[in-house]
């Protein structure tokens, strides 16, 4: 005997960026991740080892993330100095809004 007429949606996780504090779903926001060697790295795959937050792929969310210094709270770390200019490096490949390119 078949089930109801329709298909069980598929559930897909919710995350919050950092910086608006919107939720989207997870493919949808970059990880950056504390690693277990005290890094602060930009997660590409979404399964690095370690304590994780979420960011739009969007410029302004990168640099309210890094002037606010939510990345520190999020994490729970002091980043250094060269793991935030590699952030902020990441982040001005960014388009300036979420979807829309410059």
């Known amino acids: 005997m078949a089930r109801g007429a329709g298909q069980r949606r598929r559930h897909v996780p919710q995350r919050t960026c950092i910086a608006c504090r919107k939720q ?3 493919r949808a926001l ?3 991740v504390r690693t277990p060697e005290g890094r602060v790295v930009v ?3 979404g399964k690095a080892n370690g ?3 979420y960011l739009h792929a969007a ?3 990168w640099e309210k993330a890094l002037k606010r210094g939510t990345i520190t709270v999020a994490l729970k770390i002091s980043p250094a ?8 490096a990441f982040g001005t490949t960014l388009p300036v809004e979420g979807g829309e390119s410059e």
């Open 24 to 26: 989207e779903g997870k």
């Open 30 to 32: 970059i990880r950056v």
């Open 43 to 45: 997660d590409e795959t």
């Open 51 to 53: 304590r994780g937050a």
């Open 59 to 61: 410029r302004d969310c």
């Open 81 to 88: 100095n060269d793991d935030v200019e590699a952030l902020r």
